[in-house]
């Protein structure tokens, strides 16, 4: 697949738009899952894959064809959203969740008009309460659990990714997953 | 628990995948005889399995659409015709 994508990537280099298409369709839910682990919010992570593969596009010259495709391209996302969390000032998303209410948000508060199955709730309300206790790590640790567990990164991939050295993203992943071990054993 | 810390740090580096085979069979030997730990093993593989549960993350369908309507166009050839 690697192969493929440096064709396509040769293509867009040389101005074809088209060729772009299959490389946004094969990468989208990677980048996608990357940007929603580390902010949080759905529509906030829709868009920043899209403006992180926009920059992907429009900087492609400055892609260097013998490294990984992903991994430069995580490193845009990854970026992009460290540097949105930076800037954040207090946003009020539909799904955010409201103050106050432990994991409720702005959907149970409007009239339901359709009851889901039970098991698609459980899962969903768990599957919150996991990105829940994801958002309260630091966003360093954050970064690392999001690389690591989305797409599998080796350690090296990630602290390329990250521009940090490979032993910091050791004691990163090892805080960030006692961390969180103490707070999903119950789940 | 003065064990503990020694062993926590090597189930790090096993999940990492970073022991040799002699430091596995020492973290192996000890799990089978301390209960504590070997529940904190349970609970970081478990982690794991939660982190990694990813698939139902996804994009809205017309994602790649949205992408590519939003890229700055290409180049226009110049025209010479009037």
Redesign the interface.
């Given at each position: 697949m690697e192969t493929k994508i440096k064709e396509k990537i040769k293509l867009v280099k040389k101005?074809d738009?088209s060729a772009?298409?299959e490389i946004?369709?094969f990468h989208?839910?990677k980048v996608?899952?990357i940007c929603?682990?580390l902010i949080g919010n759905t529509h906030e992570?829709?868009d920043l894959?899209?403006e992180a593969?926009?920059r992907a596009?429009?900087n492609i010259h400055s892609y260097d064809d013998n490294r990984k495709f992903s991994t430069w391209l995580y490193r845009i996302a990854t970026n992009l959203t460290i540097d949105r969390i930076r800037k954040k000032k207090p946003d009020y998303y539909l799904d955010a969740e409201v103050q106050g209410t432990d994991g409720l948000n702005m959907y149970s508060q409007l009239p339901a008009d359709q009851v889901q199955p039970e098991e698609e709730v459980e899962?969903?309300e768990?599957?919150t309460y996991?990105q829940n206790e994801?958002m309260a790590l630091p966003t360093k640790y954050r970064s690392v659990?999001a690389l690591r567990?989305?797409d599998?990164l080796s350690?090296a991939e990630i602290s390329d990714i990250l521009n940090i050295p490979i032993g910091t993203v050791?004691t990163r992943?090892?805080r960030g997953?006692?961390a969180?071990?103490k707070r999903?054993?119950h789940? | 628990m003065t064990c503990k810390k020694e062993f926590?740090?090597l189930m790090?580096h096993y999940?990492?995948g970073?022991l040799n085979k002699e430091e596995e069979q020492q973290l192996r030997t000890h799990l089978q005889s301390c209960k504590e730990c070997q529940n904190?093993f349970q609970?970081?593989k478990?982690?794991?399995t939660?982190?990694?549960?990813?698939s139902?993350?996804?994009?809205?369908p017309n994602?790649?659409n949205?992408?590519?309507n939003?890229?700055?166009k290409?180049?226009k050839r110049i025209s010479y015709l009037r």
């Open positions: 101005g738009q772009f298409e946004v369709a989208q839910s996608y899952q929603y682990r992570a829709e894959a899209q593969f926009i596009y429009v899962s969903l768990i599957q996991i994801i659990i567990f989305v599998e350690l050791k992943i090892h997953r006692e969180l071990r999903l054993r789940v | 926590i740090q790090h999940l990492d970073d904190h609970e970081l478990r982690t794991i939660l982190l990694e549960s990813n139902h993350l996804q994009p809205s994602f790649t949205k992408v590519i939003s890229l700055p290409e180049k």
